[in-house]
Each structure stands twice: as structure tokens, then as C-alpha cells.
């Protein structure tokens, strides 16, 4: 290696020490081991395919070594593909090949052997190798195999291929696989029951739900098969077809006939093949049945032995009342039987024709279903009470001879006889067989009615004429309908509401008494039945005639006003123990009112009934008032009446009133010298009441006390009247009073000129100081003193016409004031309220201040000195003062409050100061301006003005307009407009900071003295944002050195505008110095962005080479961020 010479610092001396030069014991480590490597042989990799030596694989491995036999080949060298080759669709006799690719997935030349598949239908028919040897595989490359399959049936084949490979050997499977047939036909064929000697038909729905198959039934013992016309025949079994063919999805009806000639299960075994070369056994079941029924009782009793059962009694039944019994019979076979009912009278003949039948059995006809149990109800209904006979036969139809037990000696002579003929009565060749015979005994009984009450008594007495009734209960327990009707035993005085009717199990009859006549009654009626016995009823009633009586004979109204309504109630009792019923009725007119002209009193009781009475003209009224009791005497009544008419009038027709002013209330009673009053001249009290249109509501409110009252007879009553006009002009108006029993109202008239409120607006000069303390109060004078006031303030101050306010040429950051003079030209006392549109400040508190229009001698004068004191000060020896000195004031801000300033600057400093306190406080609205009124709001007394000081505090720059609101309590808001023009810009050079000179007409800020070449010079400076809201601040810099442009206005000449008496117009216009580029000055950051009422820093940097002077212009041109506008610049001066 080459040996690296290290560089030495100048300023070293010494040579390093050898330690650091030597190797440490790890480093000297590692290169002996490098050293090691470097001296051992190179080995050389042998071909891979000889690492192992083995020997060649032999075809007979596969039976001897099943170690090396695989079936994945993820452990042999090659890869094949498909993993295993399956024939799905095919057809017999059929050609079909698959490719068999076998890749070699090694890195190396491979060699493989194939066997080929034992089964004749599986074949290879080429192999196709990547390269001309057969046998070699290169790394990548796949052999191609061809197998064939050549199906000799539609059954599945099972094979493989051997490939022999150097270590392994690898089957790859074949498999030829149709997609099997499903077919939902269940393994046991129920054929059903059925009689010996007859058939049953029985249809199975079979569907594939697999692939497509051919079918075909077959029974073991192929001697006893019977095939014909595509059905088989097994035992007493017919299937239908004997052969099929289903695709997937199709469906085939399979037809099964039963015919058996056993009584009992029959079962036979069936095959059903497929062309799949696979079957299924099947089982076809049906059993032969032979007739039988039984009785297994009736009602609730159960029979043994239903020959016991002969003959059905109903006992004591009654007439036109259905009796039943039930009768249970089984069917006890697994067939179900047809039957019907039929009844014959005693002549026991058998005949078609209908009779007359009082028994009737449900159900009539019907079937059996297989062993079930039917409930037969006998039901027995007649009119008549002789005993009833007839008999019941149950008669099966549609039963073949075979099937039937035991038949009957002529029923089999007639089917050896001739076994094709009609069965009497039947319209098949089947008979039908009476199974069942019933004979059917009754007799019928009386029915039982009962009545109750059977003798009734009316409790209380009844009133002539007068119809009573009571409801009798009739009630039976037979079943049967019964009809009845009632007959009276007396000629007169009875009542039945219906003579007729009928009985089921109960019902009502409405029996009564209605008599001419006065005393006891009896009376009795007779009930007839058509089924039961006759009942008879007695009723017993007391009649009487109503008694009333009235406790006044007469009924005087006295004295009452012409067309008024009076009333007045009068007690009748009622005297007998009956009701009494009554009716009203006048005399000769229709004056007497009633509210109701029938009524009724009850038994011993009284009533207050109503009379009134309808005056008219006036007049001395007389008359009955008539009272007629139905079935009773009449009470006749006098009615008296003194009819008048009121005599009310006013003692004035007008009030008179030169002139009423808005506000103010005017009362006229006893007291003025006009006042109203209503005087009653009759001898009747008469009701009135003053009418008062709500409409005029808001042009002047009246009352009156008292606004309703009753006016006794010859008295006076002297009405209040007040007044409030609200809005001015000229008031004629009708004041109305109705006057009850009067056909025209009482009222007087008004007529007077109401004077309003009026307001008016100066502007005050400043010249001419105003004060608030020149407004009139009227609580303190006279109205007359205050015109004189009001005369002799306009005389002293000339005043402009107030119509807007103008604020022009104000100043960022600067409160601007005027004065404006509301003056009260009515005698109306009111309030005002002063509010702006937009700038309205963001809080209107009061501000106090501390010295507000007097001058610094007034103060002075208010102001409480102390006198020095006479304590002298002592001194100790040390020089020390004692603690008896004078304390020592503190100049804080709570001296205003104790010890204020009392000379003029002084004043002008607290002034100041309170400015920036307002409108710190005003301007937080965030809009750049706040208008403040002083006073905003207060009393404007009658003929009396307010001087009000307007501010505009503001710290945004541009042209601002608004609307100044005046609302006068009594008249409607009036606006002025306000124009408010800001010069300047809310970007200001932060006061208070080092090297800047605040004195000159533009800030400078001085950076001093430097030596050439010192490098750069930084100097941080702050700038401050008085505004509300966010500007951005890019810096230009002007250099001021000799170069600069001496010409700093173009001059331009024009025509004088049309009219003008000038020559001609000049024009100025600033030249805009170049902004140095690559001058000494840089401020950083060139572009900023200042929030609002934020300070933000900055840095200026001076760098030169060259000795001299350098002066600057910084400019910052500030742009509002929200609305994209540029305002005022600000600017300082850089002296180096």
C-alpha cells in the first residue's frame, strides 16, 4: 500500500506520538483472517445432475417401490398441466382428446418415460417433444401429450398416466365423468288402498334434476315379466311406461294401476335401470280392503255388539220442538265408502218416491273417509201428539261383489247370474247394499208456560184518562214455538199492546189501565195457548183526578217603561199524589211571555214558572193569565201593569274648546265651566250607556265616568268627560249615548283645532358655543317664559337649517366633532333616541367627564386647596427627615380622581387622554368608524332644545356614508344623511423607537457612523396596524443621492372647461422616482402581512464599500386583504 502523508497544521510543532500510528489487537484480528482466506484452494461446482449418484428408474418401481410413486407434482422436477384430465360430456362411440402439457421446472436437461393408460378406452395417440430427442426436456420447455378417449359405454372410466422421471415417478389421473341423473322418485311406490275386485289409478311426478339418462324398469325373475305396449306388469301391478328418457330438468308421469284379488298388503320389488349402467330397487305397495262398518254407540252410551242396536226411541218429544240423538259409526277400512240415508214409514216397503218424513238424519249422504268416525245426528220434528214410526237404512253405493262380506243370497244369485247387468237403483254396474236398518218410535207430550206476576197492583194512584201499563214475563221450558193470544174479561177500561204472539223460551206482555172514571178497578185477562193450557191475569188500579193550586190570586208589574221586557215568577203546586199536566195560555194579546207553554208537575211537589211581560206604548195593561190542568180544574191569575214612557235628556248639545294640544289630557266635570249631564225627568229608572268607537283610537283616547249606569227617577248624574288628543288638526266629532226605552240617542258635539308635535333641526356654529343648560324646562316655567326663552335664544344664535352632516378632511386615528340643536317647537313634553344605520359604536355608555364646557378658572374656583402647614419640618442631627413631612404623591392614574390638573394644558391633556380611552372602546366594532351622540338619548321638554355633540372616532382612511337616526317619541324616525372623509392610512411607524427622529416632516431614521468595508449593518424597526383589519405591506426603496430626478411634476396645459373664465387649465402630475434595485438599503421581509391593530418587526440591512452619505426613501404601500384595495402609504427617511 502506498503510504498517505498527513498534513500538519502551521501552527504545530510537535510530531504525534506512536501509539497512534500502531494497529490495535481487533484490527490486526481481521487481517489475519483475510490473510487466511487468501491462501486456500479454489473449489469448482460439479454439474449438478452428478452431485447425487443413482441409479436409472425402472417401469416395474411402480408395483415395488410405492416411495418414489407420487401423485402431486410439487416434489417432482416437472410440472404438469391440467393436474388431471376429465371427459365430462360424451357419447357412446365417440372420439375426444385432451392436451397433456409436462413442463421441466429444474435448471437442468430432464428425461422422461411415459406409460401409457390400461384401459382400452383411454389412449395416447402422440407425444411431441421440444426437441428432436424424444425423451429430453430443457429447462422451461413441455412436452405435449394427446390423449384420446374412445367411450364404450356412458359409465364413469377410471385410469392414469405413468411419467418417469430421474427420480420420481408421477400419475397423473384420468377420468371420465358424465354428470349423474338425480331423480326425486321416493324408493317405496304407495299405490293406495282399493276394493278387491276394482282398481286404483296412482300418478308419480318424476323429475332429473342431473344430467340426461335413459331409463327402463325390470323385475328380477325375468319369466314372470309381462311387457306390452310400453307398460310392465308385476303381480297385480301395471307401470306406465316401461322405458323413458328425461334431459335435465324435464319431468315424466309414471302411471301405477293396482287391481287386487287378496284381502290384505300386497308388496312387489322393481328395478329401474339407467344407461349409466347403475339401478335402483323400488317397492310398489297397495292393499286390498273388503266392506266393513260398525256401531260404535249412541248418545253417550257405547255398544259392543251392534246388533244390540234395533230400534232409536225419542222419548216424550214435543210438538214443533227438533229433539235429536247422535249416532256413531266407523269406517274400518283404509277406502273410503260412499253412502246415503234413507227413511221408510211403516208399510216396510222400499220406495223412490218422496214421502212424508217427521225424521231427518244429518249428514244425509256423503263418504267414509278411511277409518273415520262419523257422528249422525237423528232429529225428530212434528205437530202432531200420536206416536211416530218409521225406519232408517244406511246404504253403501259403488262396492264391487267381490268386496263385500258375506253379500246377501239374492244379491249373489243375481251376480252369478248375470254379473254385467245394472244393480237396481244404481246407475252402475256396482250395487248398492242397504247395511244398516234402524227402526224409528215416538210420542209427543204438552208443553209447560208460567206468567209472572200473575196478580199486579198499581202502587201509586193513576190520573184520570190516564194510561198505566206493566210489563208481564211469559217463559216456557219446551223448545217448541208456541203461539198465544190475550183476551180481556171486561168490556172497558183495558189495554194490551199486542193481543197476539209467540213464545220461543220467553217473552213480554204490556197489559194497562186507562179509565174515565174515578175509583177502584179490577180487570182480567185470559191467555190461550195452541200447545200448553190457558193462564189467567188480574190487574188492580186506584184512579183520581189531579189537584193544583197558585199562592197569588193577581199579578201586578207595577210600573215598567214602554217596550221593555219584565219578568216575574209565580209558585204552582201540584196537591194530588198523580202528575199534573198543565198549560199556559194569555187573554186577549200575545204580551204575555212564557218559556215553556206545557209543563208538568210531578205527584206533591211545586214549581217556579216564569212570567214576562212585552211592554209597548203607554198605556194601563189588564188581563187574565189562564193555567189548565188536563183532567182537572183551571186556575185563573190577574196581571196587572202601569206602561210609561222615560223622559232623559242633556243638559248641553256642544262643548266649545278654542284649542287642545297632543299629549295633553282635558277633563270636563262639576269643576269646569263646561261639563255634561244627564237629567231624568220620569218616573221610571232608565239604563243608559256612552258609545265609544274603538276606530279612533289612535287619533285620541275619551272616557267617560260613569260610562254605563241606571239613571233613577228624577235625578241628575253629571258625566266626567276626558280627553287625550294624540295627532294634530281639526276634531269635530259626535259623542253618542244610548238611552234605553229612548227611540233616538242622546249626545253632544265637539269642534276644536288640536295642535301637534313639531321638532326641528339646526346646526350649531363653533364659534357660537351652545350649551345643553339654554334648554327650557317647563317643569321650572311657565309656557309663556318659555317662548320668551326660545324667542330670545334664536335672536342671539343664527342657526343653520339642519338637512345632513358633513365631515370633511378628518384624519386616521383623529376624533372629528359638530353640533347640531334639537329644538321643541310645541308644548308637548317627549323623548328622543339618536342612532346610526351602520357605524354604530360597540358600547353606549354614559361618559362622565371631568371638565366639560367651563373654563380653568371656573375650575380653579371649585377646586378645594390646602394651606401649607405650620409644622415646620424637623431635620435630625443626622439629616434625616422625621416622620411628621409631608407624604408624597404618587403620579398615577388614580390622581385624576384626587388631584386633578387645573391649568389649560392640563385640562387639554385629560381631554385627550379620555379621546384615546373612547375610542379604544368605540372602534371595537370592527368597522373603522364609530359615530357617538352626547347626549344619544333623553327628555326634550315643551318649547325647551338639546345640543348634541357628534364624534366621529375612526381608524381606516377612504370616504364612508351613512344615515343618522332621530327618533322623537310622537313622530316617525327621521334620518340624515352623514359624508365622512378619512385622509391617511392606518400604517404607522411604531412611536417610542430607537434612532428614529418623530420631529421632522417625515420620521428619519438615523443608522450612524461605520467604517468602509465592515460588512453589513442591521437595524430592526417596528410598524404598526391601527386598523380593523388585515393589510398586506410591500416596501419600495428611493434612493436620494445626486442622481435623482430634479423634475418631480408633469405639467400639463388644456383648454379651459365650457363657461370658465380661465385661460386655460393647468394639470400636475407626480413623477414617480425609479425604486432602486441594487442600492445600500434592504428591508427584510420585502412583503408582509400585519393583522389587525397588530405590530409587526422588520429588519434593515446596509451594506457598502464606498465612504460617503447615503439618505432613502422607504415607502410601504399597504393593501387591504378582504377587499383588495391600496390606501394610504407611510414612509421614513434612511440617513447613513
Request: overall charge negative; proline content about 5%; glycine content about 4%.
Amino acid at each position: 500500500m502506498k503510504e498517505t502523508t498527513q498534513l500538519k497544521p502551521v501552527t504545530q510543532k510537535k510530531s504525534k506520538s506512536n501509539f497512534l500510528l500502531e494497529m490495535n489487537e481487533k484490527d490486526k484480528e481481521i487481517n489475519n483472517q483475510i490473510i487466511k482466506n487468501m491462501n486456500k484452494r479454489v473449489n469448482y461446482l460439479k454439474n449438478p445432475r452428478f452431485k447425487i449418484n443413482k441409479a436409472p428408474v425402472l417401469f416395474s418401481y411402480i408395483n415395488t417401490k410405492q416411495d418414489i410413486v407420487v401423485e402431486k407434482d410439487q416434489t417432482t422436477s416437472f410440472r404438469v398441466f391440467p393436474k388431471q384430465l376429465i371427459f365430462r360430456e360424451y357419447m357412446l362411440n365417440g372420439m375426444y382428446e385432451i392436451d397433456l402439457y409436462v413442463t421441466n421446472a429444474t435448471g437442468t436437461l430432464q428425461r422422461i418415460k411415459v406409460l401409457p393408460p390400461e384401459k382400452k378406452e383411454f389412449q395416447i395417440a402422440a407425444i411431441k417433444y421440444p426437441t428432436k430427442e424424444d425423451g429430453f426436456i430443457a429447462p422451461g420447455m413441455s412436452a405435449v401429450l394427446k390423449v384420446r378417449f374412445n367411450p364404450s359405454s356412458l359409465a364413469e372410466f377410471d385410469d392414469t398416466i405413468a411419467l418417469i422421471t430421474e427420480d420420481h415417478i408421477l400419475k397423473v389421473p384420468l377420468l371420465a365423468r358424465k354428470e349423474p341423473p338425480q331423480l326425486d322418485l321416493p324408493s317405496q311406490l304407495d299405490c293406495q288402498s282399493c276394493w278387491i275386485g276394482d282398481q286404483v289409478e296412482t300418478r308419480f311426478v318424476v323429475k332429473n334434476s342431473g344430467g340426461e339418462a335413459g331409463y327402463r324398469f325390470f323385475i328380477n325373475n325375468q319369466q314372470d315379466q309381462q311387457e306390452e305396449e310400453n307398460y310392465i306388469q308385476i303381480g297385480n301391478f301395471y307401470l306406465s311406461p316401461a322405458e323413458f328418457f328425461l334431459h335435465k330438468g324435464e319431468t315424466q308421469i309414471i302411471q301405477a294401476i293396482f287391481k287386487p284379488d287378496l284381502e290384505g298388503e300386497v308388496i312387489e320389488n322393481i328395478i329401474l335401470g339407467c344407461d349409466n349402467l347403475t339401478q335402483a330397487t323400488l317397492k310398489l305397495i297397495g292393499r286390498g280392503n273388503m266392506v266393513e262398518l260398525g256401531i260404535l254407540g249412541i248418545d253417550n252410551i257405547n255398544l259392543e255388539n251392534q246388533e244390540q242396536l234395533q230400534k232409536i226411541f225419542f222419548n216424550d218429544p214435543i210438538p214443533k220442538v227438533e229433539t235429536s240423538r247422535q249416532l256413531k259409526i266407523r269406517n274400518k277400512t283404509s277406502v273410503k265408502v260412499k253412502y246415503h240415508w234413507y227413511l221408510q214409514n211403516d208399510d216396510k216397503e222400499l220406495k223412490l218416491e218422496d214421502e212424508q218424513n217427521y225424521y231427518s238424519i244429518q249428514p244425509q249422504e256423503g263418504y267414509f273417509q278411511p277409518n273415520e268416525v262419523i257422528d249422525f245426528k237423528i232429529f225428530l220434528q212434528s205437530e202432531e201428539y200420536y206416536p211416530l214410526f218409521q225406519t232408517a237404512y244406511l246404504i253403501i253405493d259403488d262396492i264391487p261383489f267381490e268386496s263385500i262380506r258375506n253379500p246377501p243370497p239374492n244379491l249373489r244369485q243375481q251376480f252369478e247370474t248375470n254379473s254385467q247387468s245394472v244393480a237396481i237403483g244404481s246407475n252402475s254396474i256396482k250395487p248398492s247394499i242397504t247395511y244398516f236398518e234402524f227402526e224409528l218410535i215416538s210420542k209427543s207430550a204438552l208443553g209447560e208456560v208460567s206468567v209472572t206476576p200473575q196478580f199486579y197492583k198499581f202502587p201509586v194512584p193513576i190520573c184520570v184518562n190516564t194510561l198505566a201499563q206493566y210489563k208481564f214475563q211469559l217463559s216456557t221450558t219446551s223448545k217448541t214455538q208456541m203461539k198465544y193470544s190475550i183476551n180481556p174479561l171486561q168490556l172497558d177500561y183495558f189495554y194490551i199492546q199486542e193481543k197476539q204472539g209467540v213464545i220461543n223460551n220467553e217473552a213480554e206482555i204490556v197489559l194497562g189501565v186507562q179509565s174515565s172514571e174515578v175509583g177502584q178497578m179490577k180487570l182480567e185477562y185470559r191467555i190461550d195457548f195452541d200447545y200448553a193450557n190457558s193462564i189467567l191475569i188480574t190487574v188492580f188500579a186506584e184512579v183520581i183526578a189531579p189537584i193544583i193550586s197558585v199562592k197569588q190570586s193577581w199579578l201586578n208589574y207595577g210600573l215598567i217603561q214602554t217596550y221593555s221586557l219584565e219578568s216575574q215568577e209565580i209558585t204552582i203546586n201540584n196537591l194530588s199524589p198523580v202528575p199534573a199536566l198543565i198549560k199556559a195560555q194569555s187573554g186577549s194579546d200575545q204580551r204575555l211571555l212564557f218559556n215553556k207553554d206545557q209543563f208538568e208537575i210531578k205527584p206533591n211537589s211545586s214549581i217556579q214558572f216564569k212570567v214576562e211581560f212585552q211592554s209597548r206604548e203607554a198605556e194601563t195593561y189588564n188581563d187574565f193569565l189562564y193555567f189548565s190542568v188536563e183532567n182537572g180544574d183551571c186556575v185563573v191569575l190577574d196581571v196587572f201593569a202601569e206602561v210609561q214612557n222615560p223622559s232623559v235628556s242633556l243638559n248641553r248639545l256642544s262643548l266649545n274648546i278654542d284649542t287642545l294640544y297632543c299629549g295633553n289630557t282635558y277633563t270636563f266635570d262639576q269643576r269646569a265651566q263646561q261639563y255634561i249631564m244627564l237629567q231624568n225627568l220620569g218616573n221610571i229608572s232608565t239604563p243608559f250607556e256612552w258609545v265609544v268607537d274603538n276606530e279612533k283610537q289612535d287619533k285620541y283616547l275619551v272616557q267617560f265616568e260613569p260610562k254605563k249606569g241606571v239613571l233613577k227617577p228624577k235625578t241628575n248624574q253629571i258625566i266626567k268627560f276626558s280627553i287625550k288628543p294624540k295627532e294634530g288638526g281639526k276634531l269635530n266629532e259626535l259623542f253618542v249615548c244610548e238611552v234605553q226605552g229612548l227611540q233616538y240617542p242622546l249626545g253632544f258635539e265637539m269642534n276644536t283645532m288640536i295642535y301637534g308635535l313639531s321638532v326641528e333641526y339646526e346646526l350649531v356654529d363653533d364659534s357660537a358655543h351652545i350649551s345643553s343648560k339654554t334648554s327650557v324646562s317647563s317643569k321650572s316655567k311657565s309656557l309663556k317664559d318659555s317662548r320668551k326663552s326660545l324667542l330670545k335664544a334664536d335672536t342671539e344664535i343664527k342657526n343653520q337649517q339642519m338637512d345632513k352632516l358633513e365631515f370633511y378632511n378628518c384624519t386616521i386615528n383623529q376624533p372629528k366633532q359638530a353640533k347640531f340643536l334639537i329644538k321643541n317647537t310645541s308644548g308637548i313634553h317627549t323623548q328622543f333616541n339618536l342612532f346610526m344605520r351602520k357605524y354604530q359604536p360597540h358600547a353606549l355608555e354614559e361618559q362622565s367627564t371631568l371638565f366639560d364646557d367651563f373654563d380653568a378658572k371656573s375650575q380653579a374656583a371649585r377646586t378645594i386647596k390646602f394651606a401649607e402647614s405650620s409644622i415646620s419640618k424637623s431635620v435630625s442631627k443626622k439629616g434625616k427627615i422625621s416622620q411628621g413631612g409631608r407624604p408624597v404623591v404618587l403620579l398615577t392614574n388614580k390622581i385624576e380622581k384626587t388631584h386633578n390638573f387645573t391649568s389649560e394644558a392640563g385640562l387639554k391633556l385629560n381631554k385627550q387622554k379620555k379621546m384615546e380611552h373612547d375610542q379604544r372602546v368605540y372602534l371595537s366594532n370592527n368597522l373603522g368608524i364609530a359615530v357617538v351622540f352626547e347626549p344619544s338619548s333623553g327628555t326634550l321638554n315643551a318649547y325647551g332644545s338639546v345640543v348634541v355633540q357628534v364624534t366621529v372616532f375612526n381608524d381606516i382612511c377612504g370616504l364612508f356614508e351613512d344615515l343618522m337616526c332621530c327618533d322623537i317619541r310622537g313622530l316617525p324616525t327621521k334620518e340624515f344623511p352623514i359624508a365622512i372623509d378619512i385622509k391617511g392610512s392606518p400604517i404607522v411607524i411604531s412611536p417610542s423607537q430607537l434612532g428614529f427622529n418623530y420631529k421632522t416632516d417625515f420620521p428619519t431614521f438615523d443608522l450612524g457612523t461605520y467604517m468602509r468595508n465592515f460588512g453589513t449593518i442591521s437595524r430592526d424597526f417596528r410598524v404598526m396596524n391601527t386598523g380593523p383589519q388585515d393589510v398586506e405591506l410591500e416596501w419600495k426603496i428611493y434612493n436620494l443621492g445626486n442622481s435623482t430626478v430634479s423634475d418631480y411634476f408633469d405639467i400639463k396645459i388644456t383648454e379651459p372647461q365650457l363657461g370658465s373664465d380661465s385661460l386655460c387649465d393647468v394639470q400636475f402630475i407626480a413623477n414617480e422616482p425609479p425604486e432602486s434595485t441594487d442600492g445600500p438599503y434592504q428591508v427584510v421581509p420585502n412583503k408582509e402581512r400585519i393583522k389587525q391593530r397588530k405590530e409587526k418587526h422588520f429588519t434593515l440591512h446596509f451594506t457598502t464599500q464606498d465612504t460617503g452619505n447615503y439618505s432613502a426613501c422607504l415607502v410601504a404601500r399597504p393593501r387591504l386583504i378582504n377587499q383588495d384595495k391600496t390606501i394610504g402609504e407611510v414612509c421614513f427617511l434612511c440617513e447613513k
